[in-house]
């Protein structure tokens, strides 16, 4: 697909988002908006995925550890046809297969159940241990949150992964220095993230997540890298698109209401 073709799906994803939470009168909107230009990269470009045949075999797996913002999840996945995008509008409702932290129990395509922070990338380093002791060829993707890192276990999962030289594993982070609390360097200081990963032993890439092309590049080159696993770090805007939202920690976990809604929703298409 093309830069701009990507670009659009990116709004559309961004739009979608804010609806979601609008309608169900809770959620996360801002890690959502800050990571739609990397979903719509993954769910229209790099992934090798199929939405009509959500469990094919040498499908990429992509684990989201971040699990609150599964806003962003289901409008790609939409989006790219696992399922109508009317769907959308039972974000978070009683009996809906879109529950407000991802379940592998509801909705093919999920491919493990969050919401509990710090889990995601020890699934992966599991899945792709699991990948390489059956000469499978699939990228096992990451996504994990620079909040999440307080937890001890996504450490222990960085050490493992350089340990089997899992060259299978992308991860990918949603750096946005921010946390339900406020500044992650506050909370808990992760600088300098870049170099802690390099001197574990990963392919550190650094890279603005919203240009799309860095973005797809990122991705192709992570790809190519052998021996190691890649971390790409991405620089990004909590609630990037919407001007009242981005960078501000309140909008980490709250729904905008009808006339918020509206006015993002017009920013978002004058683009
Ligand atoms: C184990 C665990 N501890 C605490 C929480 C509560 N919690 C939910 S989101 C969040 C902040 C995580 O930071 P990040 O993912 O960087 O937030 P964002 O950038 O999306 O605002 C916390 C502490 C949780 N979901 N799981
Ligand atoms: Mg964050």
Not at 30 to 58: C, M, R, S, T, W
Request: with cysteine.
């Amino acid at each position: 697909m093309k830069i701009e073709e990507l670009k659009e799906k990116a709004k559309q994803i961004r739009i979608e988002v804010i609806k979601m939470v609008n309608a169900a009168n809770s959620g996360h909107p801002g890690g959502p908006l800050g990571l739609a230009d990397i979903y719509a990269a993954l769910y229209f470009q790099i992934l090798n995925h199929d939405p009509k045949n959500p469990e094919k075999v040498d499908r990429d797996r992509l684990i989201l550890s971040n699990g609150h913002v599964c806003a962003v999840r289901y409008a790609s996945m939409a989006l790219s046809g696992y399922f109508e995008v009317s769907e959308l509008a039972t974000f978070r409702r009683l009996g809906s297969r879109l529950q407000g932290h991802p379940s592998t129990r509801y909705l093919s395509g999920i491919e493990s159940s969050s919401g509990s922070l710090g889990q995601g990338l020890s699934i992966a380093v599991g899945l792709s241990l699991g990948a390489k002791h059956q000469k499978q060829s699939h990228k096992i993707y990451a996504c994990i949150s620079d909040g999440e890192c307080g937890e001890g276990m996504t450490w222990e999962a960085a050490q493992s992964a350089v340990h089997y030289k899992l060259d299978n594993l992308i991860a990918f982070m949603d750096r946005n220095f921010i946390q339900i609390d406020g500044n992650t360097e506050q909370i808990m200081r992760l600088e300098p993230l870049g170099e802690k990963f390099r001197t574990f032993g990963w392919n550190v890439i650094e890279e603005d997540g919203h240009n799309m092309e860095g973005i797809i590049k990122a991705f192709e080159n992570a790809k190519k890298n052998t021996g190691s696993p890649t971390l790409i770090v991405f620089r990004t805007t909590l609630g990037k698109g919407v001007s009242f939202m981005e960078n501000k920690p309140e909008w980490h976990g709250s729904p905008p209401n009808k006339e918020q809604a509206e006015k993002a929703i017009a920013e978002l298409i004058a683009g």
